[in-house]
């Protein structure tokens, strides 16, 4: 998934993300049949139905910031604006 993480950025802003078929699903989980049904015959030549995903699949969260990133940043940015005024 490393790999298809994207960004893009600007004076005043940064947007990370993917576009990764599974990346939703990672980030905010997904309950039984969110994503719809399927139907289909069987071996025996029987019905089959079932909802994908199959069972809940929980939130794995791998983009976005955490307190201490977001802590980390405004040191960041602090200590820059800061060198700027002595400069």
Same mark, same amino acid.
């Given at each position: 998934?490393?790999?298809?993480?994207?960004?893009?950025?600007?004076?005043? /802003?940064?947007?990370?993300?993917?576009? *990764?078929?599974?990346?939703?699903?990672?980030?905010?989980?997904?309950?039984? %049949?969110? #994503?719809?049904?399927?139907?289909?015959?069987?071996?025996?030549?029987?019905?089959?139905?079932?909802? /994908?995903?199959?069972?809940?699949?929980? *939130?794995?969260?791998?983009?976005?910031?955490?307190?201490?990133?977001?802590? %980390?940043? #405004?040191?960041?940015?602090?200590?820059?604006?800061?060198?700027?005024?002595?400069?």
């Amino acid at each position: 998934m490393g790999q298809q993480i994207a960004h893009s950025y600007g004076p005043d /802003s940064v947007q990370v993300g993917s576009n *990764a078929i599974q990346a939703a699903v990672m980030q905010f989980g997904a309950v039984k %049949g969110a #994503l719809g049904a399927y139907f289909y015959t069987g071996k025996g030549g029987g019905h089959v139905d079932g909802s /994908s995903p199959w069972g809940d699949i929980p *939130a794995r969260p791998f983009l976005g910031l955490s307190d201490e990133d977001r802590s %980390g940043i #405004l040191d960041i940015v602090s200590e820059a604006l800061a060198a700027a005024r002595q400069a």
